[in-house]
């Protein structure tokens, strides 16, 4: 089975054609960053306003709350209800896709908010003392101080997206998961075995891309890696 599983990924006639592994990995990671981009344009400004102000801090837990609805069903009920008013083949690409950002919008969310929520109210006053209005405390100290958890929340809603897109080739989306249900479908375990792996490895990796965008896209300070290099500096001396 192992053997069969490599042959069938290293085989070039699986990496080739409409149904191919490059062609369904390619629609794959389409429609997983379009998911993430809508979901944060809409959960980022969100958790921000929530997080400086203070307010409306229900929106967060309904949005979390959110996550107990079964994805499977809602994406067949949208399906079922949006999919006939659209004659295109988006009948099946747009439910999925509102799924999928329904199912992305709380770990982004909550990230955001978390992250201004948790700023040392000291550094607000301080910032406030040098006479920053509003907007430039949330952008020049809030946002930055915010970094760490805001990625994270955006990291957790990626994986989330990539596994559970495979689910939306029931409905007939493409991407990795058509290798599941078309090979449970017609008894080709080789293939679905292999497309499960495909997602995994493709999971690994995004987490891995995003993971070195986090490492530096976050101050050293709010890492605690300064004041390591200190004390090692510190200790030879």
């Keep these: 089975m192992i053997q069969s599983i490599i042959e069938w990924l290293l085989s070039p006639e699986s990496w080739t054609g409409s149904s191919g592994i490059a062609t369904r990995l390619w629609e794959h990671l389409l429609y997983s960053a379009i998911v993430v981009v809508l979901a944060c344009v809409i959960a980022i400004p969100l958790g921000l306003y929530i997080g400086h102000a203070g307010r409306a801090n229900w929106a967060v837990t309904l949005a979390n709350s959110a996550r107990a609805v079964p994805t499977l069903g809602l994406l067949f009920a ?99 998961g058509r290798f599941l249900i078309d090979g449970l479908a017609s008894g080709d375990y080789v293939r679905t075995a292999g497309g499960a792996l495909l997602v995994a490895a493709l999971a690994l990796t995004v987490d891995g891309v995003l993971a070195l965008v986090e490492r530096y896209a976050v101050s050293p300070g709010l890492t605690g890696k300064d004041v390591g290099d200190t004390a090692v500096v510190a200790s030879t001396t």
Excluded: K
Aim: aromatic content about 4%.
């Design 78 to 176: 949208m399906t079922l209800v949006v999919g006939p008013m659209i004659s295109s083949e988006l009948a099946f690409v747009i439910p999925s896709i509102a799924v999928l950002v329904l199912l992305a919008i709380p770990p982004v969310l909550s990230g955001a908010y978390a992250g201004v929520a948790s700023v040392d109210p000291a550094a607000r006053d301080a910032a406030r003392g040098v006479g920053m209005r509003p907007l430039q405390v949330l952008t020049r100290v809030e946002v930055p101080c915010a970094l760490p958890l805001l990625l994270s929340g955006i990291r957790a809603a990626t994986l989330q997206v990539i596994a559970t897109a495979t689910i939306a080739a029931y409905v007939g989306l493409g991407g990795l």
